[in-house]
């Protein structure tokens, strides 16, 4: 299938990344919009500032995309592998961080913390992994759903369009969502 002949929303994860592996930038592009969101936020988290999270979430993509070639994606959706290298990539820069700091007289970026705290790293991580079960545990129309408004930021009748679904049906299933969202983050916390 030609780059430009992907359907948008219409493609899964795993045939997106046959195609991506094999060299499609468009699938890879896809692949992209969909979960850069979700990558930073849990690099921001991880990191623990703006800066450090979006070269984490660019460094989780291009191991990605290195790694590519030789996935065997185990599920419907590429955020948990993505998670798990951005999980390392996010350990590596602190490490690197606090290595720099140790052989530099400069002063510290204020920013950056002193010490990784390694108790919140677990509750982070447990946290992401408890959201991805859930969005993993959602109907293929909600996860749709979900990446269309709640990852590529698009509006309730965008969504509503590109799944061919009324308007209504994107907004209430995307409140149940988010309602089921805040309950695992508060049971998590």
């Not at 998670?83 to 970026?109: E, G, K, M, P, W």
């Not at 509750?123 to 992401?128: H, K, Q, T, W």
């Not at 969005?135 to 408004?149: K, N, Q, T």
Request: aromatic share 6%; charged share 25%; hydrophobic share 40%.
């Amino acid at each position: 299938m030609p780059d430009d002949d992907l359907p948008h929303g219409a493609t899964g994860d795993a045939e997106l990344v046959v195609l991506a592996a094999g060299g499609s930038e468009h699938a890879f592009r896809t692949l992209y919009r969909a979960y850069v969101r979700p990558v930073y936020w849990l690099a921001h988290g991880l990191v623990g500032n703006p800066a450090d999270a979006e070269e984490v979430t660019q460094e989780t993509f291009l191991v990605a995309w290195r790694k590519l070639p030789g996935l065997d994606l185990a599920g419907d959706s590429l955020l948990p592998w993505l998670a798990t290298i951005c999980r390392f990539q996010s350990a590596n820069r602190v490490r690197r961080q606090r290595r720099d700091r140790l052989h530099t007289t400069a002063a510290a970026d204020e920013d950056l913390p002193a010490t990784v705290d390694v108790e919140q790293q677990v509750i982070d991580e447990g946290l992401a992994d408890a959201i991805l079960r859930e969005v993993a545990g959602l109907s293929e129309l909600d996860r749709a759903i979900f990446r269309l408004c709640a990852t590529e930021g698009y509006a309730y009748q965008a969504a509503a369009d590109e799944l061919g679904v009324a308007h209504g049906v994107v907004r209430n299933r995307l409140s149940r969502i988010r309602t089921r969202l805040r309950t695992v983050v508060k049971e998590s916390t």
